[in-house]
């Protein structure tokens, strides 16, 4: 077996030959990691993602099967080539469609540029998660009932083309205006990517866990629903207790309070920070902050 995988390596080695390689080579070389690094950017955001690790693991499974000389199974893979290749196609269509209108609507170069200084923010700023919390914690103070979804991973765009598009910065006074009572934009969920507010009014899947307590109403389980299909972090305030709760891969944490808000938005914030701030109680200072979110609460 050992002996196989050798030469099956060997046979694949003796046939790779270094080209010379001029400038105009290199220029292509990084023309093309340019546009791979893109199409690879792009997948993450999609729904391309999910099948692309789906292709990889198929791949695998397939290259062993080569080395082992599974005749059958290697038959079978090439027969259905094609017609995955295809059934791919047609799957991916709405997100092929949108990657050629961004290829005229986006400035890639500048987008790649910027793209560093954007890793160490993590997936949104310290403004962003101050504002959210300050627009929390204000509408249950209300009583206005509040769905927001805050995508970190897995893309939400099918969810967002529920929605009216908003495209607009993060602030505690734009949040609180959409779900005033009798606005256009009240009914439905935000959601949030980065730093902005990218869509309103959007339909949610529903929870079907029946350990769910009997008393939630339709914006509770429709807040567990998008946190089990997707790895998004969603704040719901009720519109009956104005109580704020968070849901979070198919779980609900009710009746949060200022600090325990803060902690979730941080860990799914994901900051790359070097070393931790370290807050000094200097003349009572280190309790305003604790003082405050119990106000808040």
């Not at 792009?42 to 080569?66: D, H, P, Q």
């Not at 092929?96 to 910027?114: H, Q, V």
């Not at 970190?152 to 607009?168: F, K, N």
């Amino acid at each position: 077996m050992f002996q196989r995988i050798f030469d099956f390596i060997s046979s694949y080695l003796a046939a790779f030959r270094l080209p010379r390689v001029g400038i105009l080579d290199i220029l292509e070389m990084i023309i093309l990691a340019f546009l791979l690094y893109q199409a690879m950017k792009w997948m993450k955001n999609t729904r391309a993602w999910a099948v692309v690790k789906g292709l990889a693991v198929i791949l695998v499974f397939m290259a062993v099967a080569e080395i082992l000389d599974m005749t059958t199974i290697i038959w079978i893979g090439k027969s259905l080539f094609t017609l995955l290749a295809v059934a791919i196609i047609v799957a991916l269509q709405p997100e092929i469609r949108r990657l050629i209108e961004d290829l005229g609507k986006n400035n890639l170069l500048t987008s790649l540029i910027i793209l560093g200084e954007k890793q160490n923010e993590g997936r949104f700023s310290d403004k962003t998660l101050n504002e959210i919390i300050s627009a929390s914690f204000e509408m249950g103070r209300a009583r206005t009932g509040a769905l927001i979804v805050i995508e970190a991973e897995s893309p939400l765009e099918e969810y967002e083309r529920t929605g009216i598009a908003v495209d607009g910065i993060v602030t505690s006074q734009l949040l609180v205006n959409i779900f005033e009572h009798n606005t256009p934009l009240h009914d439905g969920a935000v959601i949030i990517r980065g730093d902005r507010v990218q869509s309103a009014t959007c339909y949610l899947p529903l929870s079907d866990n029946r350990s769910l307590s009997k008393d939630l109403g339709t914006r509770h389980r429709a807040g567990v629903g998008i946190s089990e299909v997707t790895d998004a972090l969603v704040i719901i305030v009720s519109e009956e207790t104005g109580k704020v709760s968070v849901a979070q891969n198919g779980e609900l944490f009710r009746c949060l309070d200022v600090i325990d808000l803060r902690r979730k938005l941080e860990r799914i914030q994901d900051k790359k920070e070097g070393k931790p701030k370290k807050i000094k109680n200097k003349k009572g200072e280190g309790k305003k902050d604790e003082a405050k979110a119990d106000a808040q609460s």
